[in-house]
């Protein structure tokens, strides 16, 4: 079974910190995600990567960057953690388009994050 | 106009009826996704499929191409399922589609008394 954790299921810091969420895959997926998920909003992408030392934009990564030094690991850091970043975060892998069950992704539990 | 909608956006029922749960998108697909959140956050994916019909137990996903919609029921529902059901799509390629980036939908929230 696919495995995707996350470093902490709840985590408070103060406006100004830096903070650093860590996502972890063990089934070599090259494509990993990271979105937040706000109560009438959805889900909204933040960044994705495809490859390891590769990254794109989602629909809202101001505020945010990411690090993906191992295929495994995908890092999203707040540079400088704001009250409007209070969210639920989660990260998704899967395999690329085109091979089997490229399309499903897996998600993982959810890091629930207050800024205050 | 969200490329994904659905509807309706939160559900209560009695335990032992019939669920349905419609979902619309407005681009092109590759690949119609049905996904369970339970409270607590994690999300698991139920079903995928780009035609037809796919079963599994109690749960039935249905997808109509032409029409662009596509719909998940529940048969003799029970307080289990209680969870936020969400629709998302993967766009082709001319739609914005890349590397399996999805579309989603903002979720249904159901609740099964018993």
């Known amino acids: 079974d696919v495995k995707v954790t996350q470093s902490s299921r709840y985590l408070v810091k103060r406006t100004g910190e830096k903070v650093f969420l860590e996502c972890v895959q063990d089934?070599?997926?090259?494509?990993m995600f990271w979105y937040r998920q706000d109560p009438g909003l959805g889900l909204r992408l933040i960044y994705f990567?495809?490859?390891?030392?590769?990254?794109e934009k989602g629909d809202i990564p101001e505020g945010y960057s990411v690090s993906r030094e191992k295929k495994e690991r995908f890092s999203l850091i707040l540079e400088s953690a704001s009250t409007n970043q209070t969210s639920m975060y989660l990260c998704?892998?899967?395999?690329?388009?085109?091979?089997?069950?490229?399309?499903?992704?897996?998600f993982g539990p959810g890091t629930r994050l207050l800024v205050l | 106009k969200n490329e994904v909608e659905q509807s309706p956006q939160n559900l209560t029922a009695q335990e032992g009826e019939f669920i349905t749960i419609n979902c619309s998108y407005s681009v092109g697909i590759s690949a119609l996704h049905w996904l369970q959140q339970h409270p607590g956050g994690g999300i698991v994916s139920l079903f995928m499929l780009s035609s037809g019909k796919k079963k599994h137990g109690r749960l039935i996903a249905t997808i109509n191409i032409q029409e662009k919609h596509s719909s998940l029921h529940i048969t003799a529902s029970h307080p289990r399922d209680s969870a936020v059901y969400i629709c998302a799509a993967t766009p082709t390629l001319n739609y914005g589609g890349s590397q399996g980036n999805l579309i989603f939908g903002k979720g249904t929230k159901l609740s099964v008394k018993p």
């Open positions: 990567s495809y490859d390891v030392k590769m990254k």
């Open positions: 998704a892998s899967s395999r690329p388009l085109g091979v089997m069950d490229g399309e499903t992704q897996y």
């Open positions: 089934m070599d997926h090259e494509n």
